[in-house]
């Protein structure tokens, strides 16, 4: 498995192809986006990731690593490009996967290896075997329901796990699911894996692999969601949240997670949905978890609102709500999908309020919420009449909150 290409050069794809390339192997990323092309070709990268810019400098000044806009031939494709949503019911976008396969379709010789890494519902890799072969149809290709025999291509799907922040060093030691759609494919893809992963590559058929990347994730989505009913009926009942799971946590079989102000990011927020899209009498608990967390957010809007009339009551006729924390999850700067930029963009709405924003992470206020004010966290403690903390920074960890204001602590830091 010398030369590999990647299609998708992004917070998966782009660490990947980096890896390869730095563990030997010659490493063509394909990615529709020019700058992202350009800037990897410097040696530099387009995204947030510790230690990954050495990584991919090394790999490009080698000559081991190149991006491009349009693939070559190579002994395996890789691919890890976006599945986002389409329409109003969570419906997965396959159209990248597509796009992908009827570029590569072209290339493919017998005996090339096919993995897709793009998160994605059950059936999609066999969706993409389909695509390849409507190209194709002088090569032949494997089928789910006959595992033993063998294709002129071998194809797999084998997700990854790494979290964000910790991908240079996840993706050599987590174990990995190899979801071949033959015995032979998952072979062939366990071959390409063992270039730099160190920990286990667990054999199973594509299906399974695809269920499992989703279960995973709507698993952790599941138990914040316990913690954050929990949260509501604590506030209700007039108890502290994070003594009652800190108790109930000395079971020796408890292990309650922490409720939030909801749930951010990319993976755990989205991927639930395409169980519950593609199972929508059958995926009960999974929906409902979903639910529960993303209406977090406006509960603790409504925790605001309330301290809020309580002032106004005595007085107070615009008080200023301050927002400590923008991230979607704590220490780090990445503020996609976060709950608490939600919050921010509909308090920033209300006029009746004056808002101050606290990100110690980043410089800038992305365009949703530019009409908001960026201070200091000391500038906010001294200004704002309620104090709501909405990530667990470590800044705000160490920070004495002993003061004179109200303070709602969606994380549990005081
Ligand atoms: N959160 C809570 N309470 C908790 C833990 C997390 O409210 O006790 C919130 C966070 O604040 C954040 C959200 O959940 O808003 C998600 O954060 P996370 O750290 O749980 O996960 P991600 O989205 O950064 O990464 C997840 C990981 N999946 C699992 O842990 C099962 C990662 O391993 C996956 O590779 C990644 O999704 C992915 O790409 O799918």
């Given at each position: 498995?010398?030369?590999?290409?990647?299609?998708?050069?992004?917070?998966?794809g782009?660490?990947?192809?980096?890896?390869?390339?730095?563990?030997?192997?010659?490493?063509?990323?394909?990615?529709?986006?020019?700058?992202?092309?350009?800037?990897?070709n410097?040696g530099?990268?387009?995204?947030?990731?510790?230690?990954?810019?050495?990584?991919?400098?090394?790999a490009v000044?080698?000559?081991?690593?190149?991006a491009?806009?349009?693939?070559?031939?190579?002994?395996?494709?890789?691919?890890?490009?976006?599945?986002?949503?389409?329409?109003n019911?969570?419906?997965?976008d396959?159209?990248y996967?597509?796009?992908v396969?009827?570029?590569?379709a072209?290339?493919?010789?017998?005996?090339?290896?096919?993995?897709?890494e793009?998160?994605?519902?059950?059936?999609?890799?066999?969706?993409?075997?389909?695509?390849?072969?409507?190209?194709?149809?002088?090569?032949?290709?494997?089928?789910?329901?006959?595992?033993?025999?063998?294709?002129?291509?071998f194809?797999?799907?084998?997700?990854?796990?790494?979290?964000?922040?910790?991908?240079?060093?996840?993706?050599?030691?987590?174990d990995?699911?190899?979801?071949?759609?033959?015995?032979?494919?998952?072979?062939?893809?366990?071959?390409?894996?063992?270039?730099?992963?160190?920990?286990?590559?667990?054999?199973?058929?594509?299906?399974?692999?695809?269920?499992?990347?989703l279960?995973?994730?709507?698993?952790?989505?599941?138990s914040?969601a316990?913690?954050?009913?929990?949260?509501?009926?604590?506030?209700?009942?007039?108890i502290?949240?994070?003594?009652?799971?800190?108790?109930?946590?000395?079971?020796?079989?408890?292990?309650?997670?922490q409720?939030?102000?909801?749930?951010?990011?990319?993976?755990?927020?989205?991927?639930?949905?395409f169980?519950?899209?593609?199972?929508?009498?059958?995926?009960?608990?999974?929906?409902?978890?979903?639910?529960?967390?993303?209406?977090?957010?406006?509960?603790?809007?409504?925790?605001?609102?309330?301290?809020?009339?309580?002032?106004?009551?005595?007085?107070?006729?615009?008080?200023?709500?301050?927002?400590?924390?923008?991230?979607?999850?704590?220490?780090?700067?990445?503020?996609?999908?976060?709950p608490?930029v939600?919050?921010?963009?509909?308090?920033?709405?209300?006029?009746?309020?004056?808002?101050?924003?606290?990100?110690?992470?980043?410089?800038?206020?992305?365009?949703?919420?530019?009409?908001?004010?960026?201070?200091?966290?000391?500038?906010?403690?001294?200004?704002?009449?309620?104090?709501?903390?909405?990530?667990?920074?470590?800044?705000f960890?160490?920070?004495?909150?002993?003061i004179?204001?109200?303070?709602?602590?969606?994380?549990?830091?005081?």
């Amino acid at each position: 498995m010398k030369n590999i290409c990647v299609f998708g050069l992004g917070y998966i794809g782009l660490p990947t192809a980096a890896m390869f390339a730095h563990h030997g192997a010659n490493v063509i990323g394909v990615d529709v986006n020019q700058h992202a092309v350009d800037t990897i070709n410097q040696g530099k990268i387009h995204i947030v990731e510790p230690g990954l810019e050495a990584i991919v400098k090394q790999a490009v000044d080698n000559g081991k690593l190149k991006a491009s806009l349009t693939p070559v031939h190579s002994d395996a494709y890789l691919i890890a490009v976006p599945t986002p949503f389409k329409g109003n019911d969570h419906e997965p976008d396959l159209s990248y996967i597509h796009a992908v396969s009827k570029a590569l379709a072209p290339l493919l010789e017998k005996g090339d290896v096919v993995i897709l890494e793009s998160t994605s519902p059950v059936g999609a890799t066999e969706k993409m075997v389909e695509w390849l072969a409507e190209e194709r149809s002088d090569l032949t290709f494997p089928k789910y329901h006959e595992p033993e025999n063998e294709a002129d291509i071998f194809v797999a799907y084998c997700p990854e796990r790494v979290l964000p922040g910790k991908v240079v060093e996840e993706l050599i030691s987590n174990d990995r699911i190899i979801g071949g759609m033959t015995k032979e494919s998952t072979k062939k893809a366990q071959e390409v894996y063992r270039i730099f992963v160190e920990g286990e590559l667990l054999e199973t058929n594509s299906r399974t692999a695809e269920m499992a990347k989703l279960t995973e994730n709507a698993s952790r989505d599941v138990s914040i969601a316990f913690a954050n009913e929990l949260s509501i009926i604590s506030d209700k009942l007039d108890i502290n949240v994070w003594e009652l799971i800190e108790l109930a946590n000395h079971h020796p079989r408890v292990n309650i997670l922490q409720p939030g102000a909801g749930v951010g990011g990319h993976c755990i927020a989205v991927d639930p949905w395409f169980i519950v899209n593609q199972n929508p009498n059958e995926a009960k608990i999974i929906r409902a978890a979903r639910e529960i967390n993303d209406s977090k957010p406006d509960w603790v809007i409504g925790k605001i609102k309330a301290e809020v009339d309580k002032l106004k009551e005595i007085g107070i006729d615009k008080p200023t709500v301050a927002l400590l924390g923008l991230a979607f999850k704590p220490d780090i700067d990445d503020l996609r999908e976060s709950p608490a930029v939600n919050i921010a963009e509909k308090l920033l709405n209300n006029s009746a309020l004056g808002v101050l924003l606290v990100e110690p992470n980043i410089t800038t206020l992305p365009s949703k919420l530019e009409s908001g004010d960026l201070v200091e966290l000391s500038e906010a403690l001294e200004k704002a009449d309620i104090i709501t903390i909405l990530v667990g920074h470590a800044q705000f960890k160490h920070t004495s909150f002993n003061i004179d204001k109200v303070i709602i602590d969606a994380v549990g830091i005081v």
